[in-house]
Structures are given as structure tokens and as C-alpha cells.
């Protein structure tokens, strides 16, 4: 039986040999730019081994030799032409190291496609990467591909979806979440750190990538892209510092990349300022010294570590964590959309499914209806009992004059105020450092005594705007969300 043969205007070819297919003509070179590191590299099709830049790295692909690699050169340039570095990256591991794949699906034709597609293709980069070969060769019509295989093409299985449902799996469940004594924990860090005057540059470095990862759930790529004109240091009417970031945002749909504002807690603004500060010492136009993720997360790992934090947690955890705590707090899906700046609105619902499923088993577990948020306040801040307070060391125990109140009892500090430089009992709520007592009736006596000396500053001084008078108010706010957590609990043992 003759071998099936292809017509074309250079005469006869043989199907075996894919190499002879008469391919669209690739441009010479094309062009690379890796947004993270700031460097462009032109690609030649000559060339057996291209130097590819992706995300502040270097990746060498080595293609194979004679007609066989110029093959492989044409399909990278005519598929990924328009694509991303990274995208470059894993269609052409792809294509090299299961070229043989390629080639017998190919030769195959449309008759046998599926039953090779499901015997050989396993994972998603080789599936995505085989089915732009195979909609380039329907499009083109080369071998006994046809432009009406497009529809057949387009109906392979990616494998997407079983990765996608395992991810999903685990993030309804939340086992892809950092617990509550975790965020605690992790948001100590950023707080004690952001006190200290002179951090290294390597600790400014980790500790502000962990600080905008967790709160902003940016990629640890864009972080990299961020350089000193995207940050914007300004001082607001109380002369307070406030940071504003932007940064692009990444795996867009055809490289639609937009523009994101995003305002960093004002507690960890000073480890932007530090960082800004190294960053202008050593003449950088970028933010961060790290060229590539490894190097980042690594400074992030050492930082915590010497602060007794181990991160053995990745950047995705903290994504998930940061938008799991949105729907938590009752956000819509287009808004937990916007923040993980996805472009598909149904990507949020897994987070509010696992809100809600989560909800209603602590609720189950507690017999209550409604205080889902008000125990993760429990489980993040802690509440101390009469007797836990009576045993803890004197030092640990909060008590001061308020007003004119004389107010005792309030909690324990975890390294004593005689190691605080603030003012005990007004500058409790809200440090990291403070665990209140369980016992409503002293937070309402901390509560009048505040009230008391806030009236004084309302009634001489106009503008309020001083710095005790910001730090009575603040104090006043922290005093009464106490008091809402024990409400909403039914009061703490």
C-alpha cells in the first residue's frame, strides 16, 4: 500500500516526515522582553540554542540539531511570537522534551488524534503546548491537517481541569490558607519589624515582600517589576507617612496587562521607606535588588526565620489567604475578583464557598448562628482569663491612669510594660504585644476614661489635630471593638 502524500508547490512530500511539511515562513527573529529584569534579546532562527530571559533568570533552550531544530525554531516564532517569557518558557521545554509526541500525533492526522491525545498527552503545559502545534498545522493546512480541524483541536483535553479542581478542592476546604495564629503571628512580625529604625536591606527587602504578598496578594514576579516611580511616599493631613504602590498586572489574557493602585497598611509603611532608601544608596531604578523569585523568596525566609517565623508556606498561600479573608468579611465575587485581578468573576466563588461552608461548621460546632467573624477576632487577638491574668508576671499585667480613673486589669502584655516606651492602657489596644481580659466591665471603665480626656481636647482644641489627641481616639476604637468581640461571644472564660 502506497504511503499517503501531500501535494504542495514543491512536488510531492512525504508524511512521514514532518520537517518537508510546507510550514508558514517564520520571520528571521523576533524579539524577548522580561518586564521583571528590564532586558530585551533578539532570537534568531539559526541559532541551535536560545539564551530566553524569564522573570530576572536565564533559561537556555537547546534545540535539536539539523532540520529537526530549524522545525522546532519555526513553531516557537510562529505560536509565540506575541506570548510572554514564561509562556516561551514552557512551550518550548514542551516542544523539545516531547518532540516525539508532537511528531507521531502530527503523522497521525485528525482520524487518530484523540486516541493518541489521551495515551500520550498527561499534563497541561505538554497538552497546551501540543494543541497551538496542532492549531497552527489545521490553519495552515500541512500533512493531512484541514483548516475544518480547527473544532477537533479545539476539543482535546487541556488536563487542566483535574489540576484545577484538586486547587480548588483544597482552597474550599482551606487547606491552602494560613491559620488564624499563623496571620497573627506573620502580622506581629511586620508590626515589630516596621518599629525597628535600621533594618538591614536584605530584612527590608523579605519582610516588605511578605508584607505585600499577604496583603495585597501581589505575585512574587510583580514585586520585581515594581520600580521608584511606582512608589509614592506622601504625608496626609496628619502628617503621617502613606505609601501608594502600582504594578501591572500579570497573567492577562493576549498580554492585556493593566495598571493596579494599591495603598499599603499604614503600620508597614516604614519598611517601603527603608527599603526606598537602600534602594536609592545603591542607585537602583527598581524597588527590590532581587533579579529573580528564588532570590526574593529566599530573603523572605531568612528575615522570618531570624524573627522565630517559619514560612513554610508559598506565595499562593498567601493569595488564597488574603482573599479567603475578603469573602470572609462578606465581599462580593467581583470584588474578590478585582483584587486577585482575574479576569473570570467565577474564579471568586470557591473563596465564598469556603467561607460559607466553614461558617456553618463553626457554627454547628458552637450552636450559634452568627459569630463567624467574631471568632476569628477570638482566635487572632486571644483573650486572657481573670486567672491567667492574677498568675502572669506583675510587669505583664496592664493597669494605668485613665483620666481620672484608675483603671487595672485590662490584660497582659507580652514583654512587660516596663520594656514599653508608650503609655500603658491608651496605647494597648491595638499592639500586637496586648491580650486582653476577657471581662467587659474593665474595657467600659478604659472606655469612660478615654472618653473623659477625648472631651477635653474636643472642647480646647479645635482642630484635633494633635498627636495625643489621634492616639485617644484610635485607643477609643480598639477599647470598643473589645468590647463588640465579647459581646458578640457572649463573654470569654
Known sequence: MNPVRHASSHGELSLDKITDWPWPTAPRSFVVYDKYADVEVHLGADAAVWTVPVQG?????????????????????????????????????ALIN??????QILKAGPSEVRVLWDELVQNVDVAKAGKAILKLASNSAVGTWLPLHSALVKSLDTRAKAVLLSQRGKVKRRERLLSANQQSTLTRVLDD????????????????????????????????????????????ATQEWACILSFHTAKQPDGKAYEVLRQVKPEWVPLIQQLVVSARQAGRQRLFASTNVEKLWSLLR??????????????????????QALADAGQDRESIRRFLTHTNENAARVYQRGSLQQGKRINEALGVSKLYQNVLNLAE?????????????????????????????????RTGQSSCRYNPVTSCYGCSKFIPSGERAVHEEAVAGIREQVMVYVNFEQDGASPAYRQLTRALAGAQQTIDTIDGLGGCT
Open 57 to 93: 533568570r536565564t533559561l537556555c533552550l537547546r534545540f535539536a540539531p539539523g532540520e529537526t531544530g530549524a522545525l522546532q525554531r519555526r513553531l516557537v516564532m510562529l505560536t509565540q511570537a506575541l506570548a510572554s517569557p514564561s509562556s516561551i518558557e514552557k512551550f518550548g521545554l
Open 98 to 103: 516531547n518532540w516525539g509526541v508532537y511528531s
Open 193 to 236: 519589624a516596621a518599629e525597628e529604625q535600621s533594618l538591614p536591606p536584605e530584612d527590608a527587602e523579605g519582610l516588605t515582600a511578605l508584607a505585600l504578598i499577604y496583603q495585597h496578594a501581589m505575585r512574587p514576579v510583580q514585586l520585581l517589576a515594581i520600580r521608584m516611580e511606582h512608589v509614592r511616599l506622601v504625608q496626609d
Open 302 to 323: 531568612s528575615a522570618c526565620r531570624q524573627r522565630a517565623f517559619r514560612v513554610d508556606f508559598t506565595a499562593n498561600t498567601l493569595r488564597h489567604t488574603a482573599a
Open 381 to 413: 487577638r486571644k483573650f486572657v482569663s481573670i486567672d491567667e491574668l492574677l498568675s502572669a508576671n506583675e510587669d505583664q499585667q496592664i493597669g494605668g491612669i485613665v483620666g481620672e480613673r484608675l483603671v487595672g486589669g485590662l490584660g497582659i502584655c
